[in-house]
């Protein structure tokens, strides 16, 4: 990303925060795996969309109404034999040479530069509750105020919580997000395509998680969450990640994977036959799936708002369902009561961004938000018929689930994971294409 985005965010965030404020952001922590070995490091998001600083044990600190330095970076010294032996560090002088800090110090210093920046300022805005040992130090420096009082130093007295103003940005999606989207979900689409065509009875789960993360990989992209790859009875559990059991002829697999590109996520669901042919039942829970995800599609556009796909998916869902036979009554009275939630447990979709669940706030004022451009989500309705599911054996451990990503535009959306089979007969074409 075009290190000028980042300065034109820190700009756009202290202009709404005002002066007489400070905005203070810490680095993800890293996290330890098992004993010495940690788990890979992944920079907090809100963080990165401000810095696009990748270095654990790092602060930032914007400070709008000061004359001089307003935006402020902590981040560890160089350091020959530690850069030996993990890697490189671009120290104070590289955040402010490469990263537009206007002033850089040793992290070690933070404690005794905070309550100098921070005084003056009547509102802090910090995130409580994310990082508990950042918060000590957050606290000790107001503390540390609080005590110097008496002999005139000032003390912040208001804590307001950075998101709800940074969350906002991010839910828009500027051209640059977009095209990383783009290319996200492309990565992704081909990882999707690949597992298709390497899947085959007796295989194994992980097989086709390992052509997901092959094609992730070479592209320079890794997974946005790890891949849920479930064949028979474990396409009906939601968030299925064991992906160690044989593939079954006869059976379905829900494969729910997407690649994170450059900080950005996509997320995708295809169901697919274990043997390459649908059987009619699996086609026509498969149908009902997609009709609902055309259904909510259709909704989504400027002016209406974030519950019409959902309405949309669930309206289509529960028709299926009582044409099925899967549930008894009529259609508007099963939705009143939700009656679909015992096939259909989660909503047709969610922010997507920077975090695959991505923040921005679905309510304004108590009412459903309306959906503008740039903003992006995925539709991903669903059915799952767990084995046990009264009078419907021939469905049973048939779990399907059709996972797109979407932009809203001027005029409607931009299908972000275009090129992935979605119909019954274009999956089939991809899978019998095998290479
Ligand atoms: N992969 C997580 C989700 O679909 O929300
Ligand atoms: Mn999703
Ligand atoms: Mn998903």
Same mark, same amino acid.
């Given at each position: 990303m075009?290190?000028?985005?980042?300065?034109?965010?820190?700009?756009?965030?202290?202009?709404?925060?005002?002066?007489n /404020?400070?905005?203070?952001?810490?680095?993800?922590?890293?996290?330890?795996?098992n004993?010495?070995?940690?788990?890979?490091?992944?920079?907090?998001?809100?963080?990165?969309? +401000?810095?696009?600083?990748?270095?654990?044990?790092? *602060?930032?600190?914007?400070?709008?109404?000061?004359?001089?330095?307003?935006?402020i970076?902590?981040?560890?010294?160089?350091?020959k034999?530690k #850069?030996?032996?993990?890697?490189?560090?671009?120290?104070?002088?590289? !955040?402010i040479?490469?990263?537009?800090?206007?002033? !850089?110090?040793?992290?070690?210093?933070? %404690?005794?530069i905070?309550?100098?920046l921070?005084?003056?300022?009547?509102?802090v805005?910090?995130t409580?509750?994310?990082?508990? #040992?950042?918060?000590?130090?957050?606290? %000790?420096? *107001?503390? @540390?105020?609080?005590?110097?009082?008496?002999?005139? &130093?000032? *003390?912040?007295?208001?804590?307001?919580?950075?998101?709800?103003?940074?969350?906002?940005?991010?839910?828009?999606?500027?051209?640059?997000?977009?095209?990383?989207?783009?290319?996200a979900?492309?990565? /992704?689409?081909?990882?999707?395509?690949?597992?298709?065509q390497?899947?085959?009875? !007796?295989?194994y789960?992980?097989?086709? #998680?390992?052509?997901? +993360?092959?094609?992730?990989?070479?592209?320079?992209?890794?997974?946005?969450?790890?891949? $849920?790859?479930?064949?028979?009875?474990? @396409?009906? $559990?939601?968030?299925?990640?064991e992906?160690?059991?044989?593939?079954?002829?006869?059976?379905?697999?829900?494969?729910d994977?997407?690649?994170?590109?450059?900080?950005?996520?996509?997320?995708?669901?295809? @169901?697919?036959?274990?043997?390459?042919?649908?059987?009619?039942?699996?086609?026509?829970?498969?149908?009902?799936?997609?009709?609902?995800?055309?259904?909510?599609?259709?909704?989504?556009?400027?002016?209406?708002?974030?519950?019409?796909?959902?309405h949309?998916?669930v309206?289509?869902?529960?028709?299926?369902?009582?044409?099925l036979g899967?549930?008894?009554?009529?259609?508007?009275?099963?939705?009143?009561?939700?009656?679909?939630?015992?096939?259909?447990?989660?909503? =047709?979709?969610?922010?997507?961004?920077m975090?695959?669940?991505?923040?921005?706030?679905?309510?304004?004022?108590? #009412?459903?938000?309306? +959906?503008?451009?740039?903003?992006?989500?995925?539709?991903?309705?669903g &059915?799952?018929?767990?084995?046990? /599911?009264?009078?419907?054996?021939?469905?049973?451990?048939?779990?399907?689930?059709?996972?797109?990503?979407?932009?809203? =535009?001027?005029?409607?959306?931009e299908?972000?994971s275009?090129?992935?089979?979605?119909?019954?007969?274009e999956?089939?074409? *991809?899978? @019998?294409?095998?290479?």
């Amino acid at each position: 990303m075009n290190a000028k985005i980042y300065t034109q965010r820190r700009k756009q965030l202290m202009r709404m925060m005002g002066n007489n /404020s400070i905005a203070i952001l810490s680095a993800a922590p890293t996290l330890i795996r098992n004993r010495d070995i940690e788990h890979s490091f992944r920079q907090d998001s809100d963080f990165f969309y +401000l810095s696009g600083f990748k270095e654990t044990e790092s *602060v930032i600190v914007l400070v709008p109404g000061r004359k001089g330095a307003q935006f402020i970076m902590f981040c560890r010294e160089r350091d020959k034999v530690k #850069e030996t032996w993990n890697g490189y560090r671009y120290g104070p002088e590289g !955040a402010i040479e490469h990263f537009g800090a206007d002033d !850089a110090f040793p992290i070690e210093d933070l %404690d005794e530069i905070l309550p100098g920046l921070m005084e003056h300022c009547e509102r802090v805005y910090y995130t409580i509750g994310l990082n508990t #040992e950042f918060d000590k130090h957050v606290m %000790d420096c *107001v503390n @540390s105020l609080r005590r110097g009082a008496r002999g005139g &130093l000032s *003390v912040p007295n208001e804590f307001v919580s950075l998101e709800h103003l940074l969350h906002d940005m991010r839910l828009f999606k500027n051209r640059e997000e977009i095209q990383l989207m783009r290319k996200a979900a492309k990565i /992704s689409v081909q990882g999707h395509i690949r597992a298709m065509q390497a899947c085959q009875p !007796a295989k194994y789960e992980y097989e086709l #998680e390992a052509e997901l +993360l092959y094609e992730f990989n070479r592209n320079g992209a890794g997974w946005a969450y790890p891949s $849920i790859v479930g064949s028979g009875a474990n @396409s009906c $559990i939601l968030h299925y990640t064991e992906n160690n059991q044989p593939l079954h002829d006869g059976d379905m697999v829900l494969i729910d994977a997407g690649a994170e590109y450059e900080g950005y996520a996509a997320d995708i669901t295809r @169901s697919f036959p274990v043997n390459g042919r649908y059987s009619e039942a699996q086609k026509e829970i498969y149908d009902v799936v997609l009709a609902a995800q055309e259904a909510a599609m259709v909704q989504v556009k400027p002016g209406n708002h974030w519950n019409d796909p959902h309405h949309a998916a669930v309206k289509v869902l529960t028709r299926g369902l009582v044409e099925l036979g899967l549930l008894k009554g009529k259609v508007p009275a099963l939705i009143k009561e939700k009656a679909y939630s015992k096939y259909y447990m989660h909503r =047709t979709g969610h922010w997507l961004g920077m975090d695959v669940h991505d923040v921005g706030d679905y309510k304004v004022d108590d #009412e459903w938000r309306l +959906l503008e451009p740039g903003m992006a989500l995925t539709i991903e309705p669903g &059915l799952y018929i767990p084995a046990g /599911s009264r009078g419907a054996k021939r469905w049973w451990n048939i779990g399907v689930r059709i996972e797109d990503d979407v932009v809203v =535009t001027k005029d409607g959306y931009e299908l972000l994971s275009k090129g992935l089979p979605r119909t019954t007969e274009e999956v089939e074409a *991809v899978m @019998s294409a095998k290479k």
